[in-house]
Structures are given as C-alpha cells and as structure tokens.
C-alpha cells in the first residue's frame, strides 16, 4: 500500500511511528498534488489539505488521524512589513496548498476586514517589502518563525477549535480501515519519544527545540473536537459563498 505524505517536518514526525513493512511504501510529494495522486492510485492513501475535500467530498477519511494545531506551531505563518499602514497584497509562496489560498482571504476579511489581493509567489527571491504567507519547511529554512505569525493559530482563534490542517483520505474504504489499525495512541507516542524522532532529521537544533517547546499545539489524533472544528471549517467556507452547499464527511 502507497501512503503519500508531504515533504515537511510534521510529516517526518509522524513517519518515525509508521510500522516498517514490506506492505507499506512511503512517498513524498508536493502537497498540492496530493489529492490528485488519490485519483491516480485509488487504493493508496494520503495526507491531504483539509480544504481539498471542497473538491474532493467523494474521498473517505480516518476517523482517527489528522495534523491539527492550535498554537505556535503550524504549517504556514505570516510575515509582515514592518511599520506598514495598510496590506494591500498578500504574497502566498513555498509549498502552497488550497488551504492558504483559500483562508488567507477569509481570515483578513474576519480579523481584520481588509480585502488584500492574494497573489502566487514562485520567484526563488524574497522581496523585503512584500508581505507574506509562507507553507511548509521553507520557514524553517529560510525565515524565522519567531518573527511570524502562525496562521494556524489564527484559524483556531477564528473558529474556537483547534485548525484541522492536514486529513488522511483514500478513495478506498479498506485502505483507510487498515491504516487506521497501525496505531495506537499516537500523540503519546511521539510526545515520550520526540528527541529520538528529531535527532536524525536535517533542521537546524533552534528548529528542533521549537518544535520540540511547542509540541502541545500540534495534534496527529482525531478526536470528537477536531471533527467538530473541520465542520466548523467547511461552514466557514461556506458562509464565504466558495461553496454552494455544506456536505457530509466520509469517516471511516
């Protein structure tokens, strides 16, 4: 069975307790094309940006795994000018998926009521004066988070709940029911164990010990109250008029 996951360090984290198995096969991909690999490979399972499944509401989900996060810790942060008056642009860059396209505008319409346009950044340069938010590793390698803001806690603030970043789906019923039954108590797992998880990753040891300070804002089970907050998630995009009608998930 092919698990997709996406190339960050969240991702790494929870690798370190997947069982060794001639059975599994573990890829990495960019994160936006994880939905897609689904399609392509229908008995595989991946980790894929929540908001794909406005797209993809087909795709059935574990009941039981997700990266959630509520704090420090989080997928994509911002980074503003300083001494700025107004944002008119928003600079969106690295590892981008449909969820930072999508709740970048929602979040600065609802926190701050400003309607900044929202534009793709692939250049290999990052211009001082733009302002941005940033997915995946490239703020562990190219910026510093303690000068971000973390978008994830933003969202959790926005909807009260903790933000379901990241969702395992499959389009295969027996699949997902398999994978769910390789663990057991994950968050425990990995918080007893998080020096030997780290230790033979390539980050920096301040990234290490930042992840490390702020393990407790970062969830890899799915509890009662993370389905809640996905709910409260879609409605959100909803209430935005993205999508025209609130839909079912596939939990399995």
Do not use: C
């Amino acid at each position: 069975m092919n698990i997709y996951l996406p190339n960050n360090i969240y991702s790494s984290i929870f690798e370190s307790i997947i069982p060794k198995s001639e059975e599994i096969n573990i890829l990495k991909k960019e994160t936006a094309l994880l939905a897609n690999q689904l399609l392509r490979d229908e008995s595989s399972i991946a980790l894929i940006p929540s908001l794909e499944l406005i797209n993809h509401n087909e795709f059935f989900i574990s009941s039981k795994f997700s990266f959630s996060f509520d704090g420090l810790l989080s997928y994509a942060y911002l980074y503003f000018t300083e001494n700025e008056k107004s944002i008119n642009k928003i600079f969106i860059r690295a590892d981008v998926s449909i969820n930072e396209i999508i709740l970048t505008k929602i979040l600065f319409a609802e926190r701050y009521s400003i309607y900044p346009e929202i534009t793709l950044d692939t250049s290999n340069k990052i211009s001082p004066g733009n302002d941005y938010v940033v997915s995946g590793d490239e703020n562990f390698t190219l910026w510093d988070v303690h000068h971000g803001i973390s978008f994830a806690d933003e969202i959790s603030d926005l909807i009260s709940l903790p933000y379901v970043n990241f969702l395992f789906a499959s389009q295969n019923r027996n699949s997902l029911e398999y994978f769910n039954n390789l663990f057991t108590e994950v968050d425990a797992k990995i918080e007893d164990n998080i020096d030997n998880i780290l230790q033979p990753l390539n980050y920096s040891d301040n990234v290490k010990s930042f992840i490390k300070e702020n393990l407790g804002s970062i969830y890899f089970e799915l509890t009662d109250n993370e389905i809640e907050a996905l709910k409260e998630l879609i409605k959100l995009v909803y209430y935005h008029e993205i999508i025209d009608d609130i839909f079912d998930l596939n939990l399995v």
